[in-house]
């Protein structure tokens, strides 16, 4: 019986699953200092990993590098044990590198970033402050869309009742129904000024 070949995998096409696919450690959050990284082998052979990053003095890294069996994951720890301020805001970059555990070459790799902030609270209060920015900025592009269709029927409305006769005209060939008292007449000016006036303020 003829033995079922493993197709040839191309280096560097292999893909990598990592999660998550961003760090953040708070600095006032000791908790925070230290996350994780789960790597997941879906496939059928198992994996041999590398972690690097772009900034080595800043970070620790627990078991850099390893193995993971077939459709297992491994979990690998990175500490942040540079707490200076000056680093806050600062983003930095992890290279996961996998391969075949029989071969040297990379199939594949995967970057995660990393961030160091000052406050967990902080971030939460950026976020808020950014979704209110947002709802007024939706909320002006309404409002300076122009009239609502509302306004606009009231308008035109209004126009036409200033534009029908006026009771006593006998000489209008528009039906007596139809003409409108002085009072009438007046009050259509008055909310036609209205909705001009809060046309031109949008």
């Known amino acids: 019986m003829q033995q079922k070949r493993q197709p040839e995998l191309v280096e560097g096409n292999l893909p990598v699953f990592v999660i998550p696919r961003e760090l953040i450690f708070h600095a006032d959050d000791q908790s925070k200092h230290k996350q994780v990284l789960t790597l997941y082998n879906p496939y059928e052979f198992a994996l041999k990993f590398k ?48 391969s075949e555990q029989s071969q040297r070459k ?21 976020a808020e402050e950014e979704r209110i920015k947002e709802h007024l900025t939706e909320t002006n592009r309404t409002v300076s869309s122009g009239p609502s269709l509302l306004t606009v029927f009231l308008g035109v409305v209004c126009i036409a009742a200033l534009m029908l006769p006026t009771l006593g ?34």
């Open 51 to 98: 972690v690097l990053c772009t900034t080595p003095n800043k970070y620790v890294i627990v078991e850099a590098v390893g193995a993971v069996k077939p459709q297992c994951c491994a979990d690998i720890v990175i500490r942040h044990r540079d707490v200076q301020s000056c680093h806050y805001g600062v983003i930095d970059k992890f290279h996961v590198h996998i």
């Open 106 to 126: 990379a199939l594949g790799r995967k970057e995660v970033i990393a961030t160091r902030l000052p406050s967990a609270k902080e971030q939460q209060k950026e």
């Open 169 to 202: 005209d006998m000489e209008s060939l528009v039906p007596l129904y139809l003409h409108l008292s002085v009072n009438q007449k007046l009050v259509a000016a008055y909310v036609l000024g209205l909705i001009t006036v809060a046309i031109l303020r949008t």
